[in-house]
Nanobody
């Protein structure tokens, strides 16, 4: 059984940076495409970024492109989300996800398309 555990959230001022980590247990990280979603208060959960099984392909939402980077360390079985130039509108609970099923592409961005979810980590950006 695959388990995802996020960490690294916290409170940061606008313009600052945070790095979120997602440790994967139960399977090697190279078995699945991985990603991050977020959910702000009163809003729907939304796609942030994803990375292919090989790590050779990444994709990100327009709202974070150029500021957030997803990458992974296979040796540590960990996926990361580096968040720079943070804005108050980035405030949300961030969830690590894995797609167990087949057919991942850079357009696989739906909440229902990812099968395994972590418990989430809170990111708060103050103005």
């Amino acid at each position: 059984q695959v388990q995802l555990v996020e960490s690294g959230g916290g409170l940061v001022q606008a313009g600052g940076s945070l790095r979120l980590s997602c440790v994967v247990s139960g399977r090697t990280i190279s078995a699945y495409p991985m990603g991050w979603f977020r959910q702000a208060p009163g809003k729907e959960r939304e796609f942030v970024a994803a990375i292919s099984r090989s790590g050779g392909s990444t994709t990100a939402a327009d709202s974070v492109k150029g500021r957030f980077t997803i990458f992974k360390d296979n040796a540590k079985n960990t996926v990361y989300l580096q968040m720079n130039s943070l804005k108050p509108e980035d405030t949300a609970v961030y969830y690590c996800v894995a797609k167990i099923g087949p057919l991942w592409t850079a357009q696989t961005r739906g909440v229902d398309e990812y099968d395994c979810w972590g418990q989430g980590t809170q990111v708060t950006v103050s103005s």
